[in-house]
Each structure stands twice: as structure tokens, then as C-alpha cells.
């Protein structure tokens, strides 16, 4: 049921998004975007995992699944925001993405668990409902 959710979740933005995007993001919007996002982040570019939690807390569900989806679309018009700067370093727009979308999922598993739902996924999922 989580992994349906958050499919059925991403789905469902992608394909609003898809219709709002009549071109792709320019670089420098791109760029605006992820600095802004980066200097939210206190501790970036490693933030502890409380720093992402406080980061991310004041979002909601939907402004951090469109920041995924933009990250994304970013990275697809523009590959060389999809490189590592260096050897030793990790590349800022797929790290900012896993941040978010580890909050989105503890999100949903937070979710599940306060609706008591967590053992009728675990049953389903047992029984080969995927």
C-alpha cells in the first residue's frame, strides 16, 4: 500500500505537471531554484537529518512532490545538472531529490501508521497485492 500510494501520488503530480509544462525549465531558473532550495537547507551541503526534517517541515506534501518533479525536469533539459562536481563531491539536485522524497515517504508511512493501517498493508502485501 505505501509503494502504491506513492506511485499513485507521483503519477498523479507528474501528469498535472506535464500538462501546466508547455516547455522546459530554462537553466537559469533551474539553477535559482536549487540554490534557493540548497540555502533553505541548513547544514547543506550535509545536512544532518534533523536539518532536513526542519527544512522540509514548513512544506507541504505537494510543494515538496513539485519540487521533485521540477528537480527532475531540470536535470532531464539540463544533464550537466545530473553530474557530480567533482569525484569527492555528490551531485547536489539528486541529493536534494533523495532528501525530499525521504520526507514524503516518512510522510506516508506516518500516515499509514496513525490510520492504523500498517498491518492491512502488511497483510496485503504478503498476499501478493503489489
Known sequence: MK???VVLVLAMSLATVAQQTEHAPTLESCVADLNLWE???HGWPNP???QEREATKRLTFDQINHRVISLAECMDAH???AKNKGPDSANESLTLADIYNAELQLRLSNFIDRHGLTQKFMDED???KR
Do not use: K, Q, T, V
Request: proline fraction near 7%; charged fraction near 5%.
Open 3 to 5: 509503494n502504491s500510494l
Open 39 to 41: 540555502f533553505e537547507m
Open 48 to 50: 544532518s537529518s534533523a
Open 79 to 81: 544533464p550537466g545538472l
Open 126 to 128: 504478503a498476499a501478493g
